[in-house]
């Protein structure tokens, strides 16, 4: 047992404060064998400031009465994960950041048959890359996030990065009404604009958690935003920290502390690690806070536990770099794909996976026409091995995280801003930006390509990249 596994056991808890385990976090491993998750119907307590504690019914999680577990896997250890189907309705479960094989990928027809009721589909690979990365079904989408079907997945560095915790964030909105009961998560309006926001935002299904964490200790938080369609506009406490990974892999180059003025954009299927320094005093609290609309909110609070950890951030190696092969930029091949509006309203059809009457959104000017649909070529064929830049260019007024899997690319210059040089598979396309990226086209397979505003995805903002 490491020492952060120790802590998060005897929780090292103040009166009222949560452990991560008692807030309804629950970890699971791979290092004890295969990992069984099934997904299920459940209900949870939604306690809101103002509002109050109210049940809410119908909501999909992997645990009863609880969120979908972190699930932890170690880097270049192979994994092995039953997912069973508890729903009435399909799923396939995906791997959003990890590069592994194309049937692993949990992409309905394009890697594999769906998932239907009481079946068990066995997930097995080895992520190559350490870092935090989380876990969707892929099939019956919207409706299954919306409802809850969201969890982190967190690839372990083999060598213990020495933090003293390890914090979760699993950012996501619900739409309740007064009663707590689930409002409708799909409106056209919406999806034809910038998606349909939720009204109550969670950390780990809690509306503004505090988690008791060691004074003066060095913690990880893990940042994931898992919500179908929400930015989040993040700003920090003003104490000692940094911001060491973005979607997955080590920063190199710093990212600005991001404070009230200047909060940092977090899109919908985004990630971000940072180390913080915890104040020496028992029982300071830090809040990490949002901007929803035109109020600020607290997302976490931090509250110092215990004597004195007396750790300093200097005492943190930099993690080490995952095995991404740079793509050769001078002799890349440019490939221009196209998001914008689509007047040709036929809906798609997904077969098993739940399909909507509207298109509204397309690649290349064409809508996806569905996950079932055979015959679709894919949006650009590359050949295994070579490096190409792909040239993104939103033609809309709305903001879309396009996400690639399978693969890992790097920023290269945008005609609005200075990008970030960080390998990412997300990456957020401002209003009518270009962004050029690069990749070396190094795993084989037909990879999902797609805005990650999930109702965009699924009004034609999708399709696929082959390579081979
Ligand atoms: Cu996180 Cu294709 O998705
Ligand atoms: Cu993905
Ligand atoms: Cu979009």
Redesign the pocket.
Known sequence: MNRRQFLLGSGAVGAAGLTLAAGGTQFLAAERGPISLRSRMTSHVFNRPGVGAFETEGLISLADNAPPPVVRLTQGERAVIHMTNGLEDYTTM?W?GIRLPNAMDG?PYLTQFPIGQDETFEYAYTPPDAGTYWY?P?CMTMNQMALGLTGLLIVEEPEDAGFDLDVPLNLKDFRLDAEGQLRPFFTPRGAARGGTLGNVSTTNWSVEPIYDVPSGGLVRLRFAATDTTRIYKLAFPDVPGRIIAWDGHPVEEDIAWPMADKPLWLGP?QRMDVALRVPDSEGSEVSFTGQFGTSQRTVVTLRASGASRRRDLAELKPLPRNPIAEPDVANAEIRQLVFGWTSDGKGSNNGLCGSYGYTFWSIDRSPWPGDAVEGVGPLATLELGKSYILRLKNESPNLHPI?L?GLVFKPLRSNQRQLPGNYTDTILLMKNEVVDIALKADNPGDW?F?C?VIEHQKTGLAGYIRVA
């Open positions: 995906h959003h992409v969707h892929h299927g996400h899997h999902a797609h990650h």
